[in-house]
């Protein structure tokens, strides 16, 4: 009987000692000076890695880098991203217009790893609001930007060893174009 009544002392101590300890706690950080940045004067400085706003680079000789090959497009899980290739008047493809619904973009980052010449790129910023949700589609002037973003000296065709300008069959080892039409039975 008397450990049984030494239990339930030592419990209900533990108990008002742990409520105690909870108050205490409060208490301490009731006089606190809080710990409040005002956000729109002070921004906090986003990791590099942050996946925010799309944008549109360029190569170090300043033309357009994306080539409207479609990959982010198909890439993308909630369907945002459309456009339209072109040849451009050097010979080179490019995108005659791009669009991105950010509106429906979940920021996934999957676009960026899907495009083979950096183009489309992220970057941390995430803050951007507007009144119209029509106003979340931007077109490919709004996205381009005039540099090279996270990769300012990177040149695709470059590294693509395509010669731009010249007429199509007259790149070192490469055969005349087919005509589809003489080779039909």
């Known amino acids: 009987m008397a450990d049984e009544k030494q239990s339930l002392l030592g419990a209900v101590i533990e108990g008002a000692a742990g409520l105690a ?8 950080h ?15 400085p986003m990791p590099a890695r942050t996946r ?3 944008i549109l680079t360029r190569s170090p000789d ?16 909630v369907n945002c991203i459309s456009m339209q290739s072109e ?21 996934c980052g999957l676009c960026e790893e899907a495009c083979p010449t950096l183009a489309l790129q992220l970057t941390p910023e995430f803050a951007f ?11 490919k002037e709004q996205l381009l930007v005039d540099h090279g973003g996270k990769h300012p000296d990177y040149d695709f065709y470059a590294h693509a060893g395509v010669a731009a300008g010249t007429p199509k069959g007259s790149h070192i080892d490469e055969d005349e174009p087919v005509d589809v039409k003489s080779i039909m039975p």
């Open 30 to 44: 009731l006089f606190r000076k809080p710990v409040t940045e005002q956000y729109p004067e002070y921004k906090r």
């Open 21 to 28: 300890g909870s108050y205490a706690a409060t208490l301490t």
């Open 52 to 54: 925010g706003r799309i």
């Open 62 to 77: 300043g033309n357009e880098r994306c080539v409207a090959c479609y990959l982010c497009s198909g890439a993308c899980p």
């Open 129 to 139: 609001c507007k009144d119209d949700i029509a106003d979340f589609v931007y077109e």
């Open 87 to 107: 040849e451009g008047e050097n010979g080179r493809r490019r995108a005659a217009w791009f669009r991105i619904n950010f509106a429906r973009c979940i920021y």
